[in-house]
């Protein structure tokens, strides 16, 4: 069993600052890329992500505001959030490809999701 727990949301002003965490645990064997996606209200779409080497890619809209970065060892992915705005507001969902032991392929794992919300 494969599960990924966010932590780090909540509710800030705009202009102001956030950090999402995400760990991995389970019965893994390795880990690809992982990144986040934000959903408001219905579309999910790409915030940014990481690849095992430490390649980034961002979505247009956050970058220069908004750094992925992970830690191999602890199976972890953060997302550090500046200079929020009104329309960053979204359920943040962590994404994986992971190997889990025993696999045959990689397959996509999800978090259950983190509320930021950005408003005075």
């Known amino acids: 069993q494969v599960q990924l727990v966010e932590s780090g949301g909540g509710l800030v002003q705009p202009g102001g600052s956030l950090r999402l965490s995400c760990s991995a645990s389970g019965s893994i064997r390795s880990i690809n890329r992982m990144g986040w996606y934000r959903q408001a209200p219905v579309k999910r779409d790409l915030v940014a992500t990481v690849?095992?080497?430490?390649?980034?890619n961002y979505a247009d809209s956050v970058k220069g505001r908004f750094t992925i970065s992970r830690d191999n060892a602890k199976k972890t992915v953060y997302l550090q959030m500046n200079n929020l705005k009104p329309e960053d507001t979204a359920v943040y969902y962590c994404n994986a490809d992971i190997w889990r032991v025993g696999g045959s392929t990689t397959r996509d794992y999800w978090g259950q999701g983190t509320q930021v919300s950005v408003s005075s």
């Open positions: 690849s095992s080497s430490g390649t980034t």
